[in-house]
């Protein structure tokens, strides 16, 4: 596989066909992941960042979903594949961890029961061999005493505990793509540190390719090698993380970034939101479609209004910025305006 | 766990005495509240020509001036120990159980529903397999394709299911299959299991479809929702997300979750179906508990009208009682907390 990317996503379409119009949720997405790395993948609530896993991991109901574009895994095409190539695909080679483990996992059976059930899917294996397997993962995820935990019920463990139980009924068949939604977010500040400790090391340990998707610029600090924004189902800036804390080009962005709590800058309250709601994805603003929230819309000359801008390379090599402004005026705004106002913060 | 089997028994023997006592009051009342006294009620076991002195002496014989707590704590020491009735001219005896004594067939009223309890099960059980299987099933099928032409048609007739009595459904059935095709029994006879099994599927066959018909349509109504509603949850991603063949996902974790909510409404139609299938019961002249009922109210007899709802309420709340272990079976957070 020389010069093919490990995870390749082309142009992807996502679409739900409802009594109020078309919801274009993701709408021409392409990024490329290689195993051993992560991507982040930020946006608000309704920027499209699920619907895009769930497209991966072809969860999409097409009675109800229109997808579109290519998905290539490993040598793959997977949104023109039949269901039950995906099928097999899916729990194995790639799989995911999801938000809320307490609502994720069926109340009615054990912990174990649940794990054993994702390993005997793909491995024909007695119930005996899947269950050391169980028992040997819910080790590995950190879980004490893992040979009677695998007998209890999710509501029996603490949040931390089945978030952990989650990861491993994820990893039990050692996935070369794990996609991890949110995976942080329902629990307490303390664990989702060693929860984000975890998931590193595993995947360092896996070689395994990551996409974390989150609204938490922390989690992708932690994490991400590539971030992608999106908003309003596009991506509208693509770079190494380092870039995008150090030298982000959106505006959008740039209202991520200050609407961050730091807890190494005095005045943790003056977090400054952005104005304005997420856009409607049925009904997107004419131009770009962050034009109506952007405080910098009147420098391009009335074209935010009317010209969707095109996903263009920046000044570095690798970084893509979907904005009308030139990028030295970008650069210089950073500079100049933002940058300094996020660290009098 | 053992805590909560004995709490569960401790509410339901409670319930049991409430309800008990609530029935005997509106049986104790209701004649009252119409004008009757205990001479009144008393002239119904004597016979017309009685003169109002024997009337009164009877009336006092059977506890008729007593207050309500009394008649009831002798009612329901009948049930433990049996009773006594002192007509003046003799006693008659109704050995416990006695859950009441009709003082008009001068019969004990607890073998009546021995007699009868056969018929009702059967035609309870039957039904109730017949209605879980089709019921169930179709709300399944409907839910994973909704909206198509199946998922139509089966709500199109579960709707005339919910909504036609069985006192037109059953005469038509009767019309159609028994007199018109001739493939089923015409009502009006019952074949004990035990006696003759075929002869006995024979009989109840129709009796078993049309209260299943109802029955059915109000399942598979419930099973849709259900189903929906688990469909749409996050555990049913993440074990579609896990590989699962659809089918696994929808039937031991769609299916199974959408179940449980359905156990508390069986167990209440079942218990509820126990106590007399009334209309069924009268509409093929099936000897059970309902048509007991029915009979018994015709010709006023007022101590097999409350043997018999006595009955009723116990199968009910014996039936919430299993409902209430079953669930500690079913639901895992039941068991702990």
Redesign the interface.
């Known amino acids: 596989m020389t010069g093919e990317p490990f995870l390749e996503v082309k142009d992807l379409k996502i679409s739900f066909p409802t009594d109020d119009g078309l919801v274009k949720s993701v709408d021409g997405l392409s990024f490329r992941l290689e195993r051993g790395k992560t991507l982040g993948i930020v946006g608000e609530s309704g920027s499209g960042k699920s619907v895009t896993s769930?497209g991966i991991?072809g969860?999409h109901n097409k009675r109800n979903a229109d997808v579109s574009g290519e998905i290539w895994l490993d040598g793959e095409e997977l949104v023109s594949a039949g269901p039950d190539t995906v099928?097999?695909?899916?729990?194995?080679k790639m799989?995911?961890i999801?938000q809320?483990p307490l609502?994720?996992?069926?109340?009615?059976y054990?912990v174990g029961h649940q794990i054993i059930?994702?390993y005997r899917?793909?491995h024909k294996v007695s119930k005996k061999v899947a269950r050391k397997h169980a028992v040997d993962m819910l080790g590995r995820v950190g879980i004490p005493q893992p040979d009677r935990r695998v007998d209890d019920?999710p509501?029996?463990f603490s949040g931390g505990m089945r978030q952990r139980a989650m990861i491993a009924?994820a990893l039990v068949n050692d996935p070369q793509l794990l996609i991890a939604d949110e995976p942080t977010t329902a629990l307490d500040v303390t664990v989702q540190a060693q929860i984000l400790d975890l998931m590193h090391k595993l995947q360092e340990e896996f070689n395994s390719a990551l996409i974390v998707i989150t609204h938490d610029l922390g989690v992708v600090a932690e994490l991400a090698d590539d971030v992608l924004v999106m908003y309003g189902g596009r991506c509208i800036e693509y770079a190494s993380a380092r870039t995008i804390f150090e030298r982000p080009e959106h505006p959008y962005t740039w209202g991520l970034l200050g609407s961050m709590p730091r807890i190494d800058r005095p005045n943790l309250d003056r977090l400054v939101p952005i104005p304005g709601l997420p856009p409607s994805l049925i009904n997107l603003p004419s131009g770009c479609a962050f034009h109506p929230r952007c405080a910098y819309e009147p420098r391009t000359g009335g074209l935010g209004k009317s010209l969707s801008p095109e996903l263009s390379p920046a000044a570095e090599p690798g970084h893509l910025v979907r904005c009308h402004m030139p990028t030295s005026e970008r650069q210089r705004i950073w500079r100049e305006d933002v940058k300094p106002k996020l660290e009098a913060q | 766990m053992i805590t909560y089997i004995i709490r569960r028994l401790l509410a339901a023997f409670v319930l049991l005495f409430i309800v008990s006592a609530a029935v005997f009051a509106i049986f104790y009342l209701v004649p009252r509240l119409v004008g009757a006294t205990p001479e009144t009620l008393a002239t119904r076991y004597v016979g017309r020509a009685a003169t109002p002195e024997t009337v009164s002496l009877i009336a006092h014989k059977l506890g008729f001036y007593d207050p309500f707590w009394v008649q009831y704590a002798r009612w329901v020491k009948g049930i433990f120990l049996g009773a006594e009735f002192d007509y003046g001219n003799g006693t008659d005896h109704c050995p416990a159980p006695c859950f009441g004594y009709s003082f008009i067939t001068r019969q004990p009223v607890w073998p009546d529903l021995l007699d009868r309890l056969p018929v009702t099960l059967s035609l309870a059980v039957g039904a109730a397999t017949l209605w879980v299987f089709f019921g169930v099933s179709t709300g399944v099928l409907s839910a994973l394709r909704r909206g198509s032409f199946l998922d139509r048609a089966a709500m199109g007739v579960s709707l005339a299911g919910v909504s036609l009595p069985i006192f037109f459904t059953g005469l038509i059935g009767l019309l159609v299959f028994s007199y018109g095709l001739g493939l089923t029994a015409s009502g009006g006879s019952y074949t004990p299991f035990t006696e003759d099994p075929g002869e006995w599927a024979y009989n109840l066959l129709l009796p078993w479809v049309v209260l299943a018909f109802q029955f059915s349509a109000q399942y598979a109504r419930l099973t849709r929702a259900g189903m929906l509603e688990t469909l749409g949850?996050?555990?049913v991603?993440?074990?579609?997300?896990?590989?699962?063949?659809e089918s696994a996902v929808n039937v031991r974790?769609g299916l199974?979750?959408a179940l449980?909510p359905l156990l508390t409404i069986f167990g209440l139609d079942f218990g509820l179906l126990l106590g007399g299938a009334v209309l069924t019961e009268q509409v093929f002249s099936l000897p059970g508990l309902g048509k007991y009922a029915v009979d018994a109210i015709t010709n006023n007899d007022l101590p097999k009208v409350l043997g018999v709802t006595m009955m009723a309420a116990l199968f009910v709340v014996v039936a919430n009682l299993v409902v209430d272990l079953l669930y500690a079976v079913?639901?895992?957070?039941v068991r702990?907390s």
């Open positions: 769930l991991l969860l099928r097999a695909l899916r729990g194995n799989a995911m999801f809320d609502s994720a996992m069926h109340p009615f054990t059930e994702a899917v793909h019920y509501h029996q009924m | 949850e996050d555990y991603r993440t074990a579609r997300a896990k590989g699962l063949p974790h199974r979750a449980t079913v639901d895992p957070r702990i």
